[in-house]
């Protein structure tokens, strides 16, 4: 253990499970990891997860801080009397949760930083991933849902709450009648391209579309979309796509970036000049996380470190 790498706790929580981890970095640096189910109680799992952690603190490193990386919308304001509170989600058991308090109770004298699951996996792009020495730089999930985290100036935007892009409002392609899938919006972003509303869109989950599916082309062209108004909004050096969707299915990882990239370029259609949005820098620009599915964690794990 070097001075610049100290063994800390690391959560990320998500919808469906709960992952928590011991470490100091990715890969080998993880010591020790264990997984929740994140389920409607949250008194009871983050019980667990904190007595885990107490435990894997005794068996592998003393842990010097926690690191938490979460669903929300989230209380991010360190002057709210609901700070580190899980708002307003429809997640069932979840909204008004406090989500220090039980760390706070476990570790009463560690310091522990609580962020974002996408700001999260953005600063674990940022430390170790695909985004090194970037400062300006976005990072997307696009899964159950659709988030987005922000790096601008080296910083997560939190701003009046914490960005929320998986739902901003999208244009309708010539002919498409698919009314979306968000509770809330219809064809938000969210709506367009998360797993539900493909599954909703071709009457099967992604995973088992043809890679000659038109979905696809639906999919990745609103994709195109929605990178384009985080380039024209933000002026990102780099857009990071995380989550199960870019995997795929049977198109594969590589067509569905390529695609991607494709639409983002026709829906610019040339006014933002930049050798980063021509074909060969689009291939930097629009990109997978270098850590896999384990940015949101190893951005935890960096957030502790920074605490
Ligand atoms: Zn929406």
Not at 18 to 25: D, N, T
Not at 238 to 267: N, W
Not at 284 to 303: E, K
Request: proline share 7%.
């Amino acid at each position: 253990m070097t001075p610049r790498s100290p063994i800390v706790g690391a959560v990320e929580l998500g919808g469906t499970k709960i992952i928590a981890a011991v470490g100091s970095g990715p890969g080998a640096g993880i010591l020790a990891r264990e997984r929740f189910t994140t389920g409607d109680d949250p008194a009871q799992v983050l019980a667990q997860v904190t007595s885990w952690m107490q435990d894997a603190s005794h068996r592998v490193g003393q842990v010097m801080a926690i690191g938490i990386a979460s669903f929300g919308p989230l209380d991010l304001d360190p002057s709210s009397p609901t700070h580190g509170f899980i708002t307003t989600t429809p997640k069932r058991g979840w909204a008004g949760t406090d989500l220090l308090a039980p760390f706070r109770h476990a570790f009463p004298s560690l310091p522990i930083a609580l962020e974002t699951d996408v700001n999260g996996a953005a600063i674990g792009e940022c430390r170790w991933g695909a985004a090194q020495g970037l400062e300006d730089f976005i990072y997307v999930t696009v899964g159950t849902g659709i988030g987005g985290g922000a790096i601008v100036c080296g910083k997560p935007v939190h701003g009046l709450v914490h960005p929320e892009m998986g739902h901003i409002p999208m244009p309708r392609a010539e002919g498409d009648r698919f009314a979306g899938a968000c509770a809330i919006h219809g064809r938000c972003w969210e709506g367009l391209c998360a797993g539900p509303a493909i599954t909703a869109r071709a009457g099967r989950p992604a995973e088992d579309l043809a890679a000659d599916d038109p979905t696809w082309e639906a999919v990745t062209q609103s994709m195109g979309h929605a990178l384009a108004t985080m380039t024209l909004m933000l002026s990102p050096r780099r857009i990071i796509i995380g989550g199960s969707v870019r995997k795929a299915g049977q198109l594969g990882e590589a067509a569905f970036f390529d695609r991607c990239r494709l639409h983002l370029k026709a829906a610019l259609a040339g006014y933002v000049d930049s050798p980063a949005l021509r074909d060969e820098g689009l291939r930097s620009f629009v990109v997978p996380p270098m850590l896999g599915d384990d940015a949101g964690l190893c951005g935890a794990i960096a957030l502790a470190q920074d605490s």
